[in-house]
């Protein structure tokens, strides 16, 4: 192996620890400490998300997210029905007490602590407040729900909470001596946005052609072996390396130390998630997709300008390279650097999408899962990778410390480059359908095994394993996108889904077949050597010669004497 080729692999392996990111949106999460709450008399309301609409001494301003509470009147769904109220900060601040404010249908703002919610909704209403902003003291939001022995409730007016930045920005402007005014509504989320069938394409086409293009590059091999075997008939030539350029195997301990070094690498994200940090990872991202873009905009161009790709020029700190690749690499470094300057448009996630998708690609061509026994190992951990970094780590962390990586919470920007996204073109909130590199990769590498396997038994579609792969994968996705808009929106954990369909349906239709054994140890199935074919096939030949010239013998003795072969009885 190169010098290329090692940074290859100590890129890729980077890479895949790097983006095994959950599905997830940005309108903003609520944490579910109250879901066994009761619904009862005066509070029974629905969670929902509400928006918060700002104006400035009379000029539009900032937008907040904020969640409704379980108690007081629902809020409207309308924004033309919704009503612009004058801001008002409250003294005391907690409301724990009656206001010393004099509120005229005003919207209240007051701090979360020190007394029940209700109390303060209580004390809101009796000032002739027309509704109560709770500001948090974190930046998630609770669902605020009414205590067990409150049973004689009569609140009349919405309560919201929103998160402690949000209460910030709103108490920066009331300190200003301006006129704010809020306007409260509750737009409802539809069901399924065409983001995310979108989104469901894009990760199932990125395996489908990452598959092909796995499964053709290996049958290719084995055509170029086979040919090689034929041309030696004295000696077996070492074949090993046949067609393997650049081709990276993973091994079960480097599948079990994915999960250390993935692991140790959130972490790092975690507690250095700055921006600088994100910076860094742009870098880091742009020269994976310049890799990812140039080898397949070589490897399909290659087939129109084949002398340009077979025609080789030696280039100082690089391997020979084509002129194809010459040509072509200075607009995949021009794409990355346009993509890097202007990625906080509203745009940018095309550009982001294409580097990812060929990224992507690139590396389930370069990776391959030697058989399932190593495919199974790698997804198993995983899944609990997954499981554990996006829910177990609340309890060591208090909050999810993936949804956090891939959100960026603590950068201002909207999340680490490594993820596909797509803008919610139907939802009123907004925000990005997104989903880890990992949520791809992983799973990929076991369905693009899948087609090598099927396309060197020469196994039909239907009678292999890859199109049921397939199935098992885009449905294990389907149910994450459900889940997700089952859960208020909060960050999914895809691989929770995706891996038990995908693995268990292989898994399953191996043993039924009787293909199980031969695709946990070999990963391909066993073929005849062609040197011992052709050994046998000279064998019958020269038998075949013998045999010819025995007869042409038995015409000729014929022919000669006809009387003494006549019968006698």
């Not at 929103?162 to 704010?180: C, F, I, R």
């Not at 350029?245 to 301990?253: A, L, Q």
């Not at 990872?281 to 080898?295: A, R």
């Not at 060929?358 to 399932?372: D, F, K, R, Y």
Request: hydrophobic share 45%; aromatic share 10%.
């Amino acid at each position: 192996m190169d010098l290329q080729s090692l940074y290859r692999l100590i890129f890729v392996s980077a890479l895949i620890s790097l983006v095994c990111q959950p599905s997830s949106v940005t309108a903003g999460d609520i944490v579910n400490d109250d879901d066994l709450a009761p619904k009862k008399p005066g509070c029974e309301n629905d969670f929902v998300l509400v928006k918060v609409q700002t104006w400035v001494n009379g000029i539009e301003d900032a937008e907040f997210v904020g969640a409704g509470a379980r108690f007081g009147t629902t809020i409207v769904s309308k924004e033309k029905n919704a009503n612009q109220r004058r801001l008002i900060l409250s003294d005391p601040r907690d409301c724990c007490s009656h206001p010393m404010n004099k509120l005229a249908n005003d919207v209240i703002m007051v701090d979360r602590g020190h007394c029940k919610f209700t109390t303060k909704a209580n004390n809101a209403q009796a000032a002739h407040a027309s509704a109560v902003l709770i500001i948090n003291n974190q930046k998630e939001l609770y669902k605020m729900v009414c205590e067990p022995d409150e049973t004689d409730l009569d609140i009349h007016i919405p309560t919201v909470m929103l998160p402690q930045d949000a209460g910030a920005s709103l108490e920066k402007m009331l300190t200003s001596n301006s006129s704010v005014s809020v306007q409260l509504y509750s737009p409802r989320r539809p069901l399924v946005d065409i983001a995310e069938v979108f989104l469901w394409l894009m990760a199932v086409g990125t395996i489908l052609c990452a598959s092909y293009w796995s499964a053709w590059s290996a049958r290719e091999a084995a055509i170029e072996q086979d040919k090689l075997l034929k041309d030696a008939l004295d000696e077996i030539p070492d074949t090993r390396h046949v067609g393997s350029g650049g081709i990276v195997t993973i091994n079960t301990i480097s599948a079990v130390l994915f999960v250390v070094f993935a692991s140790c690498f959130l972490v790092m994200l975690y507690k250095l998630m700055s921006n600088w940090f994100v910076e860094l990872l742009v870098v880091l991202f742009c020269i994976g997709g310049v890799e990812g873009l140039q080898t397949c905009l070589v490897a399909l161009l290659s087939r129109w300008f084949k002398r340009a790709g077979e025609s080789y020029i030696k280039v100082p700190f690089f391997r020979a390279l084509s002129y194809l690749t010459l040509a072509i690499s200075p607009f995949c470094i021009a794409f990355a650097v346009v993509w890097a300057v202007y990625r906080n448009v509203s745009f940018a996630w095309i550009g982001q999408d294409i580097l990812g998708i060929a990224l992507i690609i690139t590396v389930l061509q370069i990776v391959h899962v030697p058989n399932l026994k190593v495919g199974t190992v790698l997804l198993s951990c995983a899944f609990l990778y997954d499981i554990f970094w996006v829910f177990v780590s609340k309890k060591l962390f208090h909050e999810s410390v993936m949804i956090v990586v891939a959100r960026g919470d603590k950068t201002g920007e909207d999340g680490i480059p490594m993820l596909l996204k797509i803008p919610r073109m139907f939802d009123p909130w907004g925000g990005y359908s997104i989903i880890g590199f990992g949520d791809i990769l992983l799973p990929g590498l076991l369905i693009a095994f899948s087609l090598r396997y099927d396309w060197l038994a020469n196994k039909t579609l239907r009678a292999g394993y890859f199109l049921w792969a397939m199935i098992a994968y885009g449905l294990g996705l389907l149910i994450t996108y459900v889940a997700l808009n089952l859960m208020d929106g909060h960050g999914q954990p895809a691989l929770l889904y995706i891996v038990p369909f995908t693995l268990g349906t292989f898994l399953t239709l191996g043993r039924k077949r009787g293909d199980l054994r031969v695709l946990w140890t070999r990963g391909e199935p066993q073929r005849p050597c062609p040197h011992i074919q052709l050994k046998h096939q000279h064998i019958e030949e020269l038998n075949d010669e013998k045999t010819e010239k025995k007869l042409v013998g038995i015409r000729i003795s014929i022919l000669k004497y006809p009387e003494e072969s006549q019968y006698q009885p």
